[in-house]
């Protein structure tokens, strides 16, 4: 018998005949299953090789986003500031894309926080794969994206997600940050109207 078995054989005789030795061992066993079952979780710049994993990750969040291909991928991501995956045990589970001000960047919101914001950072989106949600991925990325602007001495971090059609969970998520609603838009001839929200960095 191995020393690791003879172990586990021991505890097993001493739950057995020692009443209050079950309540250690269910804990002692409990924690011995988390840790070695613990996910990895690491944040790193987003590569090219992650980009069939943003792609796909975006398809299955794109009624919130905007459709995007590699190509496209590959553009905002060279106008990009800040651009960083999420990944659970080496897999892509999440990403951030955002631009700073006075990049080549066209798109409606980017443009309506351009004409009224000097300096400031634009969340262009945000996803996390439904398989990996509950495991707080969305914040850790916030959290490191206002650590990123609060280093380059970028005041303001923008943003907009959707109330016609509404998006819940995102208004939720994005007031635990402090953002604020400093406006409002239709897009897509009518198609859709989006909250456009501002956090001071602090």
């Known amino acids: 018998m191995r020393a ?6 021991i505890c097993e005789q001493m739950y057995k005949r020692i009443p209050f030795f ?21 944040l790193r710049n987003a590569e090219a090789a992650d980009f069939a994993s943003i792609v796909a990750l ?17 553009e905002l991501h060279a106008l990009s500031a800040y651009h960083r ?16 001000d006075h990049a080549s960047y066209r798109n409606d919101n980017y443009e309506w ?13 945000i996803v996390v794969g439904n398989a ?14 206002f650590a990123f602007a609060r280093n ?12 016609v059609p509404p998006n819940e969970p995102s208004r939720i998520f ?3 940050f402090g953002f604020e609603e400093v406006g409002t838009q239709w897009l897509g001839g009518g198609a859709k109207q989006v909250s456009l929200r501002a956090a001071r960095i602090q």
Request: hydrophobic share 45%; aromatic share 14%; with cysteine.
């Open 58 to 74: 975006n398809a299955s969040e794109v009624q919130h986003t905007s459709p995007m291909d590699e190509v496209c991928t590959q």
């Open 4 to 9: 690791g078995e003879r172990f586990m054989y």
């Open 174 to 176: 994005h007031d635990k």
């Open 22 to 42: 079950k309540a250690f061992f269910i804990a002692f066993t409990n924690i011995l299953t988390k840790i070695f079952t613990m996910e990895k979780i690491l």
């Open 152 to 163: 380059a001495g970028i005041p303001m971090i923008t943003c907009e997600f959707n109330i």
């Open 132 to 145: 990996f949600q509950g495991r707080k991925l969305g914040s850790l990325l916030y959290d490191d994206l």
């Open 113 to 125: 926080f351009a004409a009224r914001y000097e300096r400031f950072l634009y969340v262009d989106r």
């Open 85 to 100: 995956v999420a990944t659970v045990d080496g897999a892509v589970a999440a990403f951030l894309l955002a631009m700073q």
